[in-house]
């Protein structure tokens, strides 16, 4: 027999196994969110960082750097300089102490040349771990110099090579956009050049339709308001004397060119006014009533 509560552990069972089956696919979709977030951010990083910057960023902090070295053997120097104070102070009283020992003696004062050579015993050792400490000072701050010396030689190798870097990413930065601007690639000058694209679809469309309207007008589809138009009988009209005239020109050239009297060219042009007169019945065209 089963008890009440083996049910109710199988169905925890079960609402585990599947809430750990939904965790794997929640993990999945999670760190593939996390890689698409740092790739988004990785490429925006890149357009907003400028090497100039950085560079100018990374000389600062080297100059952080240096200043904290030079500050350090300050420091390291001014402790030395007071061990050298205390040294000659300790000196001095150790040689005071001496000259009075030697009084005492003189004076047959045996206790208290005694005394005073125990004082200087005791500052005698002061002196001495005064001393050690002063050559680790001494140490210390030779060693902190030469780093200082290294340390600024280096940041000037950087500023140099800082500045030749930023000269050249600057001159290919601008070889980079006047390129760009010949070529039409940049954003400035593609505006510019959809603009001119537009402004010469628009001239085109404009002289089509100037085109076709006059077209129209002169066919007579389209009636002019103005009056000025002519209608298709006077302009053929017009074609035909127009034409006459330039074969009339054309024969005056040609007698003047072959030296011909006067009396000839009047022949001639008496000859071409009847053929003229003869012809204009035959081409005029004829439109009959409807």
């Known amino acids: ?111 208290l040349a005694r005394e005073a050579l125990s004082r200087r015993a005791a500052l005698q050792q002061q002196v001495t771990d005064l001393e050690t400490q002063h050559a680790t000072l001494q140490g210390e ?12 030689a280096k940041v000037d190798a950087f500023r140099t090579k800082k500045e030749t870097i930023k000269a050249t990413y600057t001159a290919a930065q601008a070889q980079t956009r006047i390129g760009e601007a010949f070529s039409g690639l940049s954003e400035e000058m593609g505006d510019v050049g959809l603009a001119i694209q537009r402004a010469e679809d628009r001239t085109a469309q404009l002289q089509a339709r100037a085109g076709a309207i006059d077209e129209l007008l002169a066919s007579g589809a389209l009636d002019d308001p103005s009056g000025m138009a ?26 003047e060119l072959a030296g011909g009297t006067s009396a000839e060219r009047q022949a001639i042009e008496g000859g071409e006014s009847r053929q003229q007169s003869q012809q204009q019945p035959q081409d005029t065209p004829r439109f009959d009533k409807q």
């Open 1 to 111: 027999m089963q008890g009440p509560y083996c049910g109710f552990c199988r169905k925890l069972c079960e609402l585990e196994s599947v809430r750990r089956g939904r965790a794997k696919p929640m993990s999945g979709v999670m760190k593939r969110m996390g890689m698409i977030f740092r790739a988004k951010a990785n490429k925006a990083l890149d357009r907003a960082e400028d090497p100039r910057e950085t560079l100018d960023y990374s000389y600062q902090k080297q100059l952080e750097l240096l200043q904290k070295v030079r500050r350090g053997v300050a420091d390291v120097a001014t402790s030395r300089k007071r061990l050298e104070l205390q040294l000659n102070q300790l000196r001095q009283q150790s040689d005071k102490l001496q000259d009075q020992g030697r009084k005492a003696l003189a004076l047959g004062r045996e206790d």
């Open 230 to 255: 002519k209608d298709d009988i006077q302009a053929e009209l017009d074609r035909l004397s127009g034409g006459t005239d330039v074969e009339l020109e054309l024969q005056r050239m040609k007698a």
């Open 141 to 152: 701050e030779e060693k902190l110099t030469l780093a200082a010396q290294r340390l600024q």
